[in-house]
């Protein structure tokens, strides 16, 4: 399943939060420092979707606050 994210890092506390059908919105405590928020974000996707890190993938923005992301099964 392909998703989007839209990330807001630096906030008060990590949480994901679906807004559509393919949108997501994950706020993280961790800011966007060499990748840190990224890892974060796949966490946190791992989490709520209940599978592993390893099936969590950012297909998109690496380096943007909108990310497309690969979630396997």
Known sequence: MRIKVKVKPGTSKNEVKKIDENLYEV???????KGKANE????????FFDVPKSKIKIVKGQTSREKEVEVGE
């Open 40 to 47: 974060k974000v796949v966490e946190l996707l791992s989490d």
């Open 27 to 33: 706020r993280t405590t961790t800011i966007p420092e």
